[in-house]
């Protein structure tokens, strides 16, 4: 509960808030239990007797009853408003086979007014037993004859109705159009800027609310919105940062993912307000399409391909990538990329080697550039990230939904490949830094699961320490950003931080990362929830931004 001054506004910037009686996460002072903010800043962590000493002198005093306040959470990639429209509107994500999705969208249809697109997310025939996606007549059929745009779960495909695809010129002639299979390629580009085109401000406007909304009650309290033509509209992106800076929300870093050359496309890049031209700059797809850049061809065939000969796509070469981050390191702005498959990867590390000679290593380092996703990492990519200071952001839930030897990833490679993906341990060994996320509305927003995942990776090699797992999803997103001084609850640090109900807190023996863990107090080391699979993740009380409440429920 809490004790308030009846004369300190709840919002107001300059307010000093105490926090006792609970466990304060920090490298300051590992056995703190209480913690002072003043304004939007941390000013002082430590132990209960001490803070008796700031009682009389604050707004507001929050007894913990116990719970715990760690940094808030950072999510380094993100689609604000994909993730809003998934929320309220047609998910599919819960689907369990193809006649239960098929029903979905039939139920969905029937209740929405007439007029406009039909939009939804979430499939995945790989997880239904009749193990392909809808038929194009089955969709006509499911929604009644209307316009629908239905994303794969990775967003790298869609299922489409009839009618959406006559609202589309010469969409038959574009490349990635399949008469009866999921559309690719500038195909599925071309349905979708068709699609959300129909989305209204006002449709938009409550999806990114709803998103940020979802956010703030996990404990999220900065996403890296990663937009861009080939996903949404300049429109859409100035008008979720405008909205981010009312301050009632989580923070939104932005990327822009286009591809520039010069500085006059630089300044282009930030006048948008964005923090790079990075995010999901697509150097290939992804492998549930079978759109990721493969150096051997996939196990299994995508529809129209003969088995052994299809290796993904790839949609920038060396050439590109080296003029992009030329062009961003020269100018000062960050540059990054999408890229999964080895044979993308290679590009990318290739492309950022030449930039790197043609402007000087020292600077493209210091700019901190970074890769979305990178799954399919090599040794020679691994070294080439630590030798560049490419940051890697990743999402570990992809390898909880898709890893491990029966899994997706299996299908597409094969298990031997499938095993090398997602290789967090040897990056952080090669001195990588990490930032997680997860690709919302790809994998749910889910940070505790998200730090979970990275620790009990499906292959047992590649999972890494519950602390540096939460490092990286709290601090490490700061760090992609260039910020070093956030993320962590220190004196001086801003106030991003999250209040937490949760069971015993127990720290990781570091010799067996993933089933050994320890309550002695002796390590000094500030414990965390035990994730071991099975138990409750925490509960979020209260989530702070700058100092300012963005969540908060009853602490009981």
Not at 94 to 100: E, S, V, Y
């Amino acid at each position: 509960m809490s004790e308030r001054n009846p004369d300190s506004s709840e919002q107001h910037p300059s307010r000093t808030v105490l926090l006792r009686g609970g466990e304060v996460h920090s490298p300051a002072d590992p056995f703190a239990t209480a913690m002072v903010v003043e304004g939007d800043r941390i000013a002082w962590v430590g132990e209960e007797g001490a803070a008796d000493s700031f009682a009389d002198g604050v707004d507001e005093i929050v007894h913990l009853d116990g719970a715990l306040v760690t940094p808030a959470f950072t999510d380094a990639h993100v689609h604000t408003t994909a993730t809003g429209l998934a929320l309220t509107g047609l998910d599919l994500s819960r689907a369990a086979t193809l006649a239960d999705a098929l029903d979905r969208i039939r139920r969905y249809a029937a209740g929405r007014p007439a007029g406009g697109v039909l939009l939804g997310h979430g499939w995945d025939a790989s997880a239904w037993p009749e193990g392909r996606p809808p038929s194009r007549t089955e969709l006509d059929t499911a929604a009644g004859g209307r316009p629908l745009y239905l994303t794969r779960v990775d967003v790298h495909s869609a299922v489409v109705t009839t009618a959406l695809l006559d609202l589309v010129p010469g969409i038959r002639e574009r490349s990635g159009f399949h008469p009866d299979a999921p559309l690719t390629g500038d195909a599925h580009h071309a349905v979708r800027a068709a699609a959300y085109a129909t989305v209204t401000p006002a449709q938009r406007a409550e999806a990114q609310a709803a998103a940020l909304a979802r956010a703030a009650s996990l404990g999220i309290g900065t996403v890296h919105e990663c937009a861009g033509p080939e996903i949404s509209s300049e429109d859409d992106f100035t008008a979720l940062l405008a909205r981010a800076a009312e301050g009632t929300g989580p923070r939104v870093i932005g990327y822009w993912a286009e591809l520039i050359a010069s500085a006059k496309e630089a300044d282009r890049i930030r006048a948008l307000g964005a923090h790079g031209a990075a995010g999901d700059l697509f150097a290939d797809g992804s492998l549930g399409s079978h759109t990721a850049h493969l150096h051997a061809p996939y196990a299994d065939a995508p529809p129209g391909c003969a088995a052994g000969t299809h290796t993904g796509t790839a949609h920038l070469d060396r050439d590109d990538v080296a003029a992009h981050v030329a062009a961003c390191t020269e100018a000062g702005l960050q540059a990054g990329f999408h890229a999964i498959g080895d044979a993308a990867l290679t590009t990318v590390t290739d492309g950022v080697r030449a930039a790197a000679d043609r402007v000087g290593l020292a600077r493209v380092r210091a700019a901190r550039h970074r890769v979305e996703h990178a799954e399919m990492l090599t040794d020679a990519t691994v070294t080439a990230f630590a030798d560049l200071a490419l940051t890697a952001s990743v999402q570990p839930a992809f390898d909880a939904a898709w890893g491990g030897p029966d899994g997706m990833y299996a299908t597409r490679l094969g298990a031997d490949r499938a095993a090398g993906l997602n290789p967090y341990a040897a990056l952080l060994k090669a001195g990588v830094p990490l930032a997680l996320g997860s690709d919302s509305p790809v994998t749910p927003l889910d940070p505790w699961g998200t730090v979970r995942a990275a620790v009990f990776h499906r292959t047992r090699a590649h999972g890494i320490s519950a602390r540096a797992a939460f490092t990286a999803h709290t601090r490490g997103g700061w760090r992609a950003i260039g910020r070093d001084d956030a993320g962590v609850l220190v004196p001086g640090a801003p106030a991003d931080y999250a209040v937490w109900r949760t069971g015993d807190l127990v720290v990781q023996a570091p010799d067996e990362r993933v089933e050994r863990w320890s309550t002695d107090p002796r390590s000094g080391t500030p414990g965390l929830p035990d994730l071991t699979p099975g138990n409750d993740l925490p509960s979020c009380l209260r989530t702070v931004v700058g100092g300012r409440t963005v969540f908060d429920r009853p602490i009981e």
